[in-house]
């Protein structure tokens, strides 16, 4: 007996037929952000890294590889593994790790790609060099500076001048640079106050690249910045790679902050969903709730009618599997005629939105175009 | 080239040694609140289905049944298919469904297991009984009323007797009985008002069961209540089922309010982490984040040392694939010996958590004793 369910979209479906709730890519916004990101970064020659643990799914990644960059992030080990099984040849992980099980997965992910990971104890720097040496591979490795997070990274001159002392110790390691990545800038509503927030990042990074140099060190890759700050980030003159992850596909909370330069990206990414229920005046209720959307950035903000003229819409509550969604300004409207209406609702937050599915429906007009897997889905150690 | 991740732990390995971030469950407790629940509902001459939406494991599921549950309840088809595939032979699906794959769900696991769904529109009912026709299936059919919950089902008799009127139609469709289902009762802190507005909810649903009976139609399932109002609910002289979920592993959430009746759930369900990063005083830094923990009903709020004794923490902060926790009473303690031990991690709301996983690693004592995967994982179409 096979009873799995069916799939929810073939290619060449209509969107109108695409099963609810499902992850949707628009792909001519998603296309203009890849297309528009490598060439901003390009010309200012500095390398993008695209960061994968956004979208989680290699036929993304080797997208952004053709459209030219140096390779990719990841954030964990374990997520690296899709994509190096894909093909992507060049591969970042831009944490810290500690565990046996996590120095075999670096030490067999470095027999297939070229591996760097970062580092903020000597700890870690020794037992992965003794790890890389059993197993015969060399990794590069990239201290994390702490440059405003407060959070992993070193904090003093010292310190990094410690590691960099601890890598030297190991034939099997190579210091390959820093990273320094402040998340908290990304978000910033305010388009100046984000600018100075990443420049005094810059210049934390540039103090200890200095640092490094006034001891002999020279220190050739700087990698950091997000979909928020890579704007300014490849102006810095200190980093010289960006890990922007959000900007292919973005979310309600970049959606929500200020662009007012140079770099514009749009939203490729909703989750199709299904008015379900519509028993009561003023109220409707779809089939996507908090096992189809992340919340932590708050509730979506945007929602649309994905087909069909209907009264505007704000989603009001998640509980696991429903959406309450409110019509705005008219709590005494009737609702009946809305069941079975679908609409597009814009996650808060698109990382853990991603994680929650199994596969992308990518659409251009009103058509089914591809269906990538999140390959990467679930990969957390 | 195979190349994917090791599994994070194998039976019979230390807890020690499990890969991290990993989903636990801790078969002592868990086992309790099988058998304590599953003897506390039959004393009360109720039916036990208990929800899989919680849990989403059919290897749970069928340990349910096997304790006595009359079947499950699943949120949404897509979900119910594992749970049919694995030998489940009677599936309540708790939810109102649109569309044409909906149909299609609907009627193919009928063919299967003995299927009931609910409804609250005259719409749904028509189209699931020509589905049902078509296919040549029947479907046991529960009106859901809303009990004041304020979400789906419907608000009044008049709507109940159309509803039902409309199922009689359909040959193809078997009017089984009402669902009332109170979710934001369910979490209600206060032991004595939780027990309160339980029984105003019994009361509505009961004068819906008069109102038919009125009509001369005999209600013979209500089904209905969940972790936080079971206890109340099988006494209530209404309901003749009930669906708790969390019962089985519990959360954050649920351990946070008070319980002053007979049961008893204990929490079995844990995350364990590393620390990964201790670079500052009174902080250290863990592996899992927003990938691993859903944050929809706040941080985690115990946090307890795995192995090791350590200092008190508190976990402040959930970024995608960290979390930041704070040394309790501390801010200037040294933290570098406190890289690479392993916490314990008490998710605040299981179900979307549960969500984000593969597989649980239940362990008894300090050694993993089974792996169980979470089939129905992401399926909530």
Same mark, same amino acid.
């Given at each position: ?11 060449? *479906? ?21 297309? *528009? ?167 934390? @990074? ?26 300014? *980030? ?98 005494? @409207? ?23 599915? *199994? ?16 390959? @990467? ?5």
């Amino acid at each position: 007996m096979t009873l799995t369910p069916p799939a929810p979209a073939l290619v060449g *479906d209509r969107l109108a037929t695409v099963g609810t709730p499902s992850l949707l890519i628009d792909l001519d916004a998603f296309e203009a952000n890849l297309r *528009d990101t490598a060439a901003f970064v390009a010309d200012h020659g500095v390398a993008l890294r695209p960061h994968a643990k956004a979208h989680k799914s290699s036929a993304i990644a080797l997208q952004q590889v053709e459209a030219g960059a140096a390779g990719i992030c990841c954030q964990k080990l374990s997520e690296a593994y899709p994509f190096a099984a894909a093909g992507v040849r060049d591969i970042h992980v831009t944490n810290e790790f500690v565990g046996e099980d996590k120095l075999l997965m670096a030490t067999e992910l470095a027999s297939y790609v070229q591996l760097s990971v970062c580092v903020d104890a000597v700890a870690q720097v020794n037992a992965l060099g003794q790890a890389a040496t059993s197993a015969g591979v060399t990794i590069d490795v990239l201290p994390e500076i702490d440059v405003g997070q407060n959070r992993c990274g070193v904090t003093s001159h010292d310190a990094l001048f410690e590691l960099v002392d601890a890598i030297a110790m190991h034939a099997s390691l190579r210091f390959a640079g820093l990273q320094g990545y402040h998340g908290g800038a990304q978000h910033i509503a305010d388009w100046v106050a984000r600018k100075e927030t990443a420049s005094r990042a810059a210049e934390r @990074a540039g103090a200890f690249v200095r640092a490094l140099q006034a001891r002999g060190v020279r220190c050739t890759r700087v990698t950091g910045g997000g979909t928020g700050t890579f704007e300014f *980030d490849v102006a810095s003159g200190v980093y010289t790679e960006v890990q922007p992850g959000s900007y292919a596909i973005m979310d309600g909370e970049y959606g929500g902050i200020a662009w007012h330069g140079a770099v514009r990206p749009r939203n490729s990414l909703f989750v199709l969903s299904t008015i379900m229920s519509a028993t009561r005046p003023g109220m409707v209720v779809c089939d996507v709730g908090l096992k189809g959307l992340a919340v932590d950035a708050g509730l979506p903000r945007a929602v649309t009618w994905a087909a069909s003229e209907g009264p505007p819409l704000a989603y009001i509550a998640a509980n696991d599997e429903h959406g309450k969604l409110q019509i705005i300004g008219s709590p005494d @409207a009737g609702t009946s005629h809305l069941l079975g209406q679908r609409i597009l609702v814009t996650p808060g937050h698109c990382d853990p939105t991603v994680n929650l599915y *199994d596969q992308y429906v990518c659409f251009r007009g009103d058509r089914v175009e591809a269906i990538w897997p999140i390959d @990467a889905r679930g990969l957390s150690r």
